[in-house]
């Protein structure tokens, strides 16, 4: 953790030089200058550091994975235990709590989710990286959407569309008098709001712990470099760097299993209709 720390304050000073104080971190760092563009049938791409580190990322967590299932056996070594016991997590612990016995299905599904979503936002305290790809807006919202595709398609699968959207119109025990107030917000509910505030908290998490481990690095460097008695205040910026990249662990893991979870909870009305 600690070279984790010093690492991000040695990556990032430059954006605290070039002027007269300390130079406060802009979000300038999350649009990059593109490395290479192309565009698809019309449509423009650009691959930024940022696209590289989720690249990273994803090829990482799945040389675990793979590594993890490559030589399975009854006794499992420490890679295949590591894996097992993070697909049991989400197996048992979201899948069959969450949606119940006809969750199982989902189970590699949510897992796959879940692992993303952690190894991105790792990026966020690995040393020469120090951002996660959640932590610009399109990266979440990709994903909400990939999950609310798949809750209303399962919905409407398991419920038929005509009962889906009855369900998720008229909820069950509200008088008709009040459907005139309930069933609009009832509909911006599980059709906007879902998808909006899944990606939403995801990307504000991982956005607010980047940009306070990017202030307390860029001050532990300000007060060294500056030249007068600030130096004696540098090692309390340093401690609040090092203990914000701990929270910023914590942060990490839990974003990823909110989602997941809050996945998990909105298939579950997809398969079991309201009652």
Request: overall charge neutral; proline content about 7%; cysteine-free.
């Amino acid at each position: 953790m600690t070279s984790s720390a010093s690492a991000l304050g040695s990556v990032l000073a430059a954006e605290g030089s070039g002027g007269d104080g300390f130079q406060a971190p802009t979000i300038a760092e999350f649009y990059p200058e593109p490395i290479a563009e192309f565009s698809i049938l019309g449509v423009a791409f650009e691959i930024t550091r940022i696209t590289i580190i989720s690249w990273i990322a994803t090829a990482a967590i799945l040389a675990l994975l793979v590594l993890a299932v490559r030589k399975p056996s009854i006794v499992p070594g420490k890679m295949q235990y590591l894996g097992e016991s993070g697909y049991s997590l989400i197996r048992d612990g979201i899948a069959r709590d969450v949606i119940g016995p006809k969750g199982l299905p989902f189970a590699p599904f949510l897992a796959s989710l879940f692992f993303f979503i952690l190894a991105n936002n790792a990026m966020s305290i690995v040393p020469f990286f120090q951002i996660s790809p959640n932590s610009k807006f399109a990266w979440p919202l990709v994903l909400a959407v990939i999950v609310w595709v798949m809750y209303n398609w399962v919905g409407i699968r398991e419920q038929g569309a005509g009962r889906y959207f009855k369900d998720a119109a008229v909820p069950p025990g509200v008088p008709a008098a009040a459907l005139i107030l309930v069933t609009p917000i009832e509909l911006l509910q599980v059709f906007v709001i879902r998808p909006f505030t899944l990606a939403v908290r995801l990307f504000a998490n991982m956005f607010a712990g980047h940009m306070l481990l990017v202030v307390f690095s860029l001050g532990t460097v300000y007060l060294l470099t500056v030249g007068n008695f600030s130096v004696i205040f540098s090692p309390f910026a340093f401690a609040m760097a090092l203990a914000m990249t701990f929270f910023e662990v914590l942060v990490i893991i839990l974003q990823a299993y909110v989602f997941t979870v809050l996945t998990a909870t909105y298939l579950n009305g997809a398969v079991e209709p309201a009652h």
